[in-house]
Every structure is written in structure tokens, then in C-alpha cells.
């Protein structure tokens, strides 16, 4: 893998830049909104509280933002280009932050979420898209392993749209505003099969 870090991207649409502190507060109100953080936010519950509250979580950002632009941070701001409004965030992570039986750092893991006023235009997809066309063609990852709840269709879909491939086995995840585990779908995509499912849609 070539950490090359989080560069800026640019689709027909939109750019995705390295996060700064600007839009943070702003990304994080979009967090709290329930629709969206409820199948996407594994934070430990004894958190749950803290997170609600932007003056607990201020300095958290900040030292966060620190590290943005290390050569081994993938994470972007997603930003409309015609307007320069901020719209989501998209990232690609070590697969073992989500399953520590992962070790091999060529196998990521991905997410991404929007403000749900830009939800429906086709955004997630090109972001995503654009994001998984760098992490695999120039930083040379191997492959991606990731997971959607299976209530939530709107998340599996569009990774099946990608190509990623459901493995027979589920797995139970606590999700942070979720009282009870959720059972999720799991998914694969190497970089072959990442490549020639966009040949096939060109």
C-alpha cells in the first residue's frame, strides 16, 4: 500500500479535500441527526451522551484535525463544487478498526455519510466512487471489507451497486443510538473485481 494521504479529489460534481477545523462543527451537527448516525455510529453507548454536546466534543476535533493531513489518514470533507457548501464526509480506514481479526493494512474499510437535505442527487455514489478509484488505483490497496445493516437498505444497495459481494455471514454491531446489537449484512471487493465492475460501466 503507498500512504499518499488524503489529497484532494475532484469529480464532475464535487471536491473532496483533507478535513479541516472549518467545517467540523458543521459535519458534526449533520452526525447527531438521527437518520443519520443511527446505522453508522459504533462509538461505545458510555459515550453517547458526550457525543450529543458540541463543547465536550470540540476538543476531540481539534486534536483530530491535527493529524488531517498525515500521509496514512484517509478521510475527506465532501464539498459541492459549484457552491463550496460542505455536504458529508468520506473515508477509508484499517479494516481492524472495525474487526481486529483484520492485521493487513492493505484491507481497508470505507464509510461515508451526507447531510440528508443533499441525500437522493446521486452524491454518496460519486463520492464513494471517487474515493475507492484513488484508494485502490493510487494507493494500491487490496481490498475492502465493510458491513450495512440489513434494516437499512439504502446502505447495502448502493455497496452492491459498487460490485462489493455479500459473504454468507452476518455479524451482530452495536451501534451507538441503537438500543439493542443489529445484524448486518458483510461485504467484500478486491481490486480486480473493483476494476472490472467500472469497466463494465463505462
Avoid at 50 to 59: A, F, I, M, R, S
Avoid at 82 to 108: F, K, L, M, Q, Y
Avoid at 180 to 189: A, G, I, K, R, T
Amino acid at each position: 500500500m503507498k500512504y499518499l494521504g488524503s489529497k484532494t479529489i475532484e469529480t464532475d460534481r464535487l471536491v473532496l479535500k483533507a478535513q479541516t477545523m472549518n467545517e467540523q462543527k458543521y459535519l458534526w451537527s449533520v452526525l447527531m441527526i438521527p437518520e443519520v448516525n443511527r446505522y453508522y455510529l459504533t462509538v461505545p453507548k458510555k459515550y453517547a451522551e458526550k457525543l450529543l454536546d458540541w463543547d465536550k466534543q470540540e476538543e476531540y476535533y481539534k486534536a483530530d484535525m491535527e493529524h488531517a493531513n498525515d500521509l496514512d489518514i484517509f478521510r475527506w470533507s465532501i464539498f459541492l463544487k459549484e457552491s463550496g457548501e460542505c455536504i458529508g464526509r468520506v473515508s477509508c480506514h484499517e479494516a481492524n478498526a472495525e474487526d481486529n481479526n483484520i492485521t493487513n493494512p492493505n484491507i481497508r474499510g470505507v464509510g461515508w455519510y451526507l447531510d440528508p437535505k443533499y441525500q437522493g442527487k446521486g452524491y454518496g455514489y460519486e463520492a464513494a466512487n471517487a474515493m475507492m478509484d484513488y484508494m485502490f488505483n493510487e494507493c494500491d490497496i487490496d481490498e475492502i471489507r465493510t458491513g450495512a445493516a440489513i434494516v437499512n437498505p439504502a446502505s447495502w444497495m448502493i455497496m452492491e451497486k459498487f460490485g462489493l459481494v455479500r459473504i454468507d455471514k452476518t455479524k451482530l454491531v452495536e451501534y451507538t443510538y441503537v438500543e439493542e446489537p443489529v445484524e448486518d449484512y458483510q461485504y467484500y471487493l478486491t481490486k480486480e473485481m473493483y476494476l472490472n465492475n467500472k469497466n463494465k460501466r463505462i
